[in-house]
């Protein structure tokens, strides 16, 4: 039976994951940077069971609750061992490729920052990516650079179409608006925006979308180039629409 991940709002426009494992009974939380939201998620959804908090990076808005939540909880925390001096306390210190718990993998995926992880569930395609791949969009370099971020962009191409982008924001509405300033005629960037539209209206999340879709419309996945990747990153950064 399959991983599965549902997106917990929280903060101005994050979103972190509360993960089930649906043999096992497992419960996680990846990435929570407050408490109250995940404590009421965790017992509305997980009778308050939380076994384990996925940290990606070691930045305070994806990990600022994640030891009070460990020790309401009894969860156990886990990162990248590379980059434990920067994150909470960890119980479980694993090193890009190593299993996780929950049948899970460790991917390398630096860029955003030198010691940013990934991880990856095949049962269930879950792809927990932090702040590396958004919605149609990707994380700023605030410590990693182009080149690194576009293998880690390549390391997801072995990765099926349906796998689940479940990313650390809620930006996919700016990110769109940048996307069709690049190809304002195209379709498929229309229909995704009035998709997306339509769900934050209703107070839903734009979040998790596929891999598929991203490969597709993302003009950051779709980088042939380092070069490329960086020229697209530098003119967003400098979009104001």
């Not at 997106?7 to 089930?20: E, K, Q």
């Not at 001096?85 to 479980?92: A, N, V, Y």
């Not at 924001?169 to 379709?187: G, K, Q, V």
């Not at 990747?229 to 400098?238: G, I, S, T, V, Y």
Request: one cysteine or more.
């Amino acid at each position: 039976m399959p991983v599965t991940a549902t997106p917990i709002p929280c903060l101005s426009d994050n979103t972190a994951w509360l993960l089930r494992d649906t043999a096992s009974g497992e419960v996680a939380l990846c990435d929570p940077p407050e408490v109250a939201p995940f404590l009421a998620a965790l017992e509305q959804r997980a009778g308050g069971r939380c076994d384990w908090i996925f940290l990606t990076h070691h930045h305070g808005d994806h990990v600022a609750g994640a030891e009070e939540l460990a020790r309401r909880t009894g969860a156990r925390i886990l990162g990248n061992a590379a980059d434990a001096s920067r994150l909470p306390r960890l119980d479980l210190a694993l090193r890009p490729g190593d299993a996780t718990p929950m049948g899970g993998r460790m991917l390398d995926t630096p860029g955003h920052t030198r010691g940013h992880v990934s991880y990856w569930f095949a049962d269930g395609a879950v792809l927990l990516c932090g702040d590396v791949l958004f919605a149609y969009g990707c994380g700023r370099f605030i410590e990693g650079t182009a080149e690194e971020m576009f293998s880690s962009f390549r390391r997801f191409d072995a990765l099926p179409g349906n796998a689940l982008v479940c990313c650390g924001h809620e930006y996919t509405e700016a990110n769109l608006r940048f996307c069709r300033s690049l190809r304002p005629e195209d379709p498929v960037l229309a229909e995704a925006a009035a998709r997306v539209a339509a769900l934050r209206a209703a107070g839903r999340p734009s979040v998790p979308t596929t891999l598929w879709e991203e490969r597709r419309a993302n003009p950051f996945l779709r980088a042939a180039t380092p070069a490329e990747l960086l020229r697209l990153r530098e003119a967003k950064n400098a979009f104001r629409g």
